[in-house]
């Protein structure tokens, strides 16, 4: 019998059906005051839920658990331990303790802290974060956590991301009880990340040392066929990908992540899957599950499924669509036009208040994205430039500039624009081509922000994101709490932000050219291409007021970052450059080498038997060829200088311009010849599969 989805669904979850069949109804109602509400879960309750969740997980055949968290290293981490333990009898029996529920302290000392954590403390303490649910893989239940160090200094993603979505809850209440609601409780940021990846077999895969060692192609000549065609976007799934993703699916859905949509994406071997979206810590969660999910589902399958966000050059890269939204406990979107003119104003509130958020903080948006992967991807092939805009699509900008100049706004129907007494005219969601090219676009209900890498923690993003927000809620809500007469305020607090931030927003093609240079030169909007351009700006004096006024980083918090993020750059691009010239020197030269000489001994072979023949294809090829494996040698030593150059440098940031400068540049020297000798030599003597191969392997 064919199982359903429903029958399958969170069957590997202890969620709120599994804790409400398996708690008292104290303990459970206890529980979900803390999942609802923050409210604080005592050891005696957290004991009871220990119980129920150690029963359940071993029912499902689990034997060990761990505190599952996620340590700057940008993926998760856990260490498990067994249920088991020694009773009198010389039995054992399954034990799990409220207390180890709550708190774990695994060995930090191997995890990048950034020098917040001296070894003397190398122990850090992980922390039940209740509102996202535990879950079983493998033979292990996984406890979702919070990572900090015994200073108290937070060593993860999640942490800054739950303070962050705690300052953006308190001062969106804030905003909401000066428009007279006094019900909604909490306001929580959702998040639906539409996760881009490419599935290559496993075969060439193993055969491509620069796939294995750094995740994407450092050679490879164009292809004679690429996505110039258009043909695979939304083209029917080919078999081997359609076992993969339905797979896929059924081991999401068992983990309760609701993955809902897979189509092809526009190069060849690129895919696309999109959860419906959920609170953003859950969001978080459940996408770091799905980019480990999608390894090893592509394993069984004898794929390798590539989430760097530029494995091959001269193809699209590979993205998230980071789709963000407010809403309240009450279920009312915030970022939605209502019915009434309060509700519009109140909208319109919340636009403004993101609209500057993302002028103000342009480089927190942008360092959040950053890593040597994505710094390929930005501005390349069918991706948003580094420049930060926001989209708003015809209507609404028309909306707001009739409010900005005080005149008639002339949409659908002629209406003359007053806050407070006017009904907005409903917007159509704008789906022009101009919207698809935004880094920041306004899709009728949510923002989605497509700067994201498909690599990245989405935590960083929404890190800054619901911080920003926060910064400007908490700023009109001082304002408004101040005010008189709070409708004239409101009016002006709304008008002065279009006019004092319109530069950020941009309703035209952003893969344009043109836009760059009108941004950068006419609006004065920041263009930080590099990790290393745009990383030392977080500790830029307003964004560390910012970040720490509102709890969300300390300031050691903020340095460490910073550091990781940036020792994590130059070891990136380091291990690609020791890669390439270790492949240049192992296999490369020697294969243009070897075919060359093949050929200059055809020629005497040739000529042996006729010696006046002229030989000119061989020969213009030998002279093609040796030229380039010249090139190849000097580019190389240029390259290993530059390396060379990098020891004994320990100033990190120092270190990451000399990547920027000397080691990408000589990289992508190196590169050309390579990739022109792979294009005059024999298929037989090159030592690594094509892009065509490569691109088109998957059946
Ligand atoms: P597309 O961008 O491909 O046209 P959709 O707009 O339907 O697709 O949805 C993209 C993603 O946005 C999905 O993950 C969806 O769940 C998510 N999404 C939809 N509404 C919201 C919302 N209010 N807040 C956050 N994410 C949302
Ligand atoms: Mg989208």
């Known amino acids: 019998?064919?199982?359903?989805?429903?029958?399958?669904?969170?069957?590997?979850?202890?969620?709120?059906?599994?804790?409400?069949?398996?708690?008292?109804?104290?303990?459970?109602?206890?529980?979900?005051?803390?999942?609802?509400?923050?409210?604080?879960?005592?050891?005696?309750?957290?004991?009871?839920?220990?119980?129920?969740?150690?029963?359940?997980?071993?029912?499902?055949?689990?034997?060990?658990?761990?505190?599952?968290?996620?340590?700057?290293?940008?993926?998760?981490?856990?260490?498990?331990?067994?249920?088991?333990?020694?009773?009198?009898?010389?039995?054992?029996?399954?034990?799990?303790?409220?207390?180890?529920?709550?708190?774990?302290?695994?060995?930090?000392?191997?995890?990048?802290?950034?020098?917040?954590?001296?070894?003397?403390?190398?122990?850090?303490?992980?922390?039940?974060?209740?509102?996202?649910?535990?879950?079983?893989?493998?033979?292990?239940?996984?406890?979702?956590?919070?990572?900090?160090?015994?200073?108290?200094?937070?060593?993860?993603?999640?942490?800054?991301?739950?303070?962050?979505?705690?300052?953006?809850?308190?001062?969106?209440?804030?905003?909401?009880?000066?428009?007279?609601?006094?019900?909604?409780?909490?306001?929580?940021?959702?998040?639906?990340?539409?996760?881009?990846?490419?599935?290559?077999?496993?075969?060439?895969?193993?055969?491509?040392?620069?796939?294995?060692?750094?995740?994407?192609?450092?050679?490879?000549?164009?292809?004679?066929?690429?996505?110039?065609?258009?043909?695979?976007?939304?083209?029917?799934?080919?078999?081997?990908?359609?076992?993969?993703?339905?797979?896929?699916?059924?081991?999401?859905?068992?983990?309760g992540i609701l993955a809902k949509t897979e189509h092809n994406e526009v190069a060849p071997a690129q895919h696309e899957l999109a959860p419906i979206y959920s609170t953003t810590n859950v969001a978080t969660d459940h996408n770091q599950l799905t980019m480990e999910i999608m390894q090893s589902v592509a394993a069984k399958h004898g794929l390798v499924c590539l989430l760097q966000e530029k494995p091959f050059a001269g193809v699209n890269g590979s993205g998230k669509h980071n789709n963000w939204s407010i809403a309240t406990d009450e279920g009312q979107n915030l970022l939605s036009p209502g019915d009434t003119p309060y509700e519009n104003a109140q909208f319109l509130l919340f636009l403004c208040a993101v609209i500057k958020a993302v002028d103000d903080y342009q480089d927190l948006l942008r360092i959040s994205v950053a890593t040597a992967g994505n710094d390929h991807r930005l501005g390349a092939n069918e991706a948003p430039p580094a420049v930060i805009s926001v989209f708003l699509g015809d209507e609404l900008d028309a909306v707001l500039r009739a409010i900005e100049n005080d005149v008639p706004y002339t949409g659908t129907e002629k209406t003359v624009m007053k806050l407070g007494v006017d009904v907005l005219p409903k917007f159509n969601r704008d789906t022009t081509d101009r919207n698809r090219t935004s880094p920041f676009a306004f899709t009728g209900n949510k923002f989605e922000f497509r700067m994201l890498g498909s690599s990245n923690s989405i935590a960083c993003a929404n890190i800054m994101l619901n911080s920003a927000v926060a910064e400007s809620l908490r700023i009109y809500a001082d304002r408004l709490e101040e005010a008189s007469d709070f409708e004239s305020a409101l009016h002006d607090m709304i008008k002065n932000t279009i006019k004092d931030h319109r530069r950020i927003i941009f309703n035209g093609n952003g893969y344009d050219e043109s836009w760059i240079k009108e941004a950068t030169e006419v609006r004065g909007l920041l263009n930080y291409r590099t990790t290393a351009d745009c990383m030392p700006h977080l500790l830029d004096e307003k964004n560390v007021r910012m970040l720490t006024s509102l709890g969300v980083f300390t300031v050691d918090e903020l340095r460490s970052r910073r550091d990781i993020m940036l020792e994590n750059y130059c070891k990136t691009v380091q291990i690609e450059a020791n890669t390439m010239i270790n492949m240049v020197h192992k296999r490369i030269a020697p294969a243009v080498v070897r075919f060359t000489a093949d050929l200059a001994k055809q020629v005497s072979e040739k000529r042996a038997v006729i010696a006046e023949l002229p030989c000119t294809y061989e020969s213009e090829l030998i002279t093609r060829l040796s030229a380039l494996s010249d090139s190849i040698g000097t580019k190389t030593g240029e390259l290993e200088d530059a390396v060379i150059a990098l020891h004994g440098v320990d100033d990190i940031i120092r270190e990451s311009e000399l990547i920027r400068d000397t080691v990408l540049p000589k990289m992508s020297e190196l590169r050309v010849p390579c990739d022109q000798a792979e294009l005059l030599t024999a298929k037989s003597y090159w030592p690594f599969p094509t892009y065509g191969d490569i691109l088109f392997s998957v059946k």
């Open 1 to 255: 019998m064919k199982t359903t989805v429903s029958d399958t669904f969170g069957t590997l979850v202890f969620d709120d059906r599994v804790m409400r069949a398996n708690l008292s109804a104290k303990v459970y109602a206890s529980l979900r005051k803390t999942i609802d509400e923050g409210k604080e879960l005592d050891i005696g309750v957290a004991n009871a839920v220990a119980e129920a969740m150690k029963n359940w997980a071993v029912s499902k055949g689990a034997t060990h658990f761990t505190h599952w968290f996620q340590p700057l290293t940008g993926i998760t981490a856990e260490k498990h331990d067994g249920f088991i333990s020694p009773a009198p009898d010389g039995s054992v029996i399954m034990e799990f303790s409220g207390k180890e529920l709550i708190k774990g302290e695994p060995d930090a000392s191997s995890f990048p802290s950034g020098g917040l954590r001296a070894t003397f403390e190398a122990r850090g303490y992980t922390a039940w974060d209740p509102t996202s649910y535990a879950f079983i893989k493998g033979k292990t239940l996984c406890i979702p956590t919070a990572f900090c160090s015994y200073g108290g200094h937070a060593l993860d993603k999640k942490t800054p991301l739950l303070r962050s979505m705690e300052a953006l809850n308190r001062q969106a209440l804030r905003i909401l009880r000066l428009f007279g609601n006094n019900t909604a409780k909490r306001v929580v940021s959702s998040v639906g990340p539409e996760q881009e990846y490419f599935l290559i077999t496993k075969e060439m895969y193993d055969a491509r040392p620069d796939l294995r060692f750094t995740g994407r192609t450092l050679f490879g000549a164009k292809p004679p066929k690429g996505q110039e065609l258009d043909d695979h976007y939304f083209g029917a799934i080919k078999p081997g990908v359609a076992a993969f993703m339905e797979d896929l699916n059924e081991e999401l859905w068992k983990l």
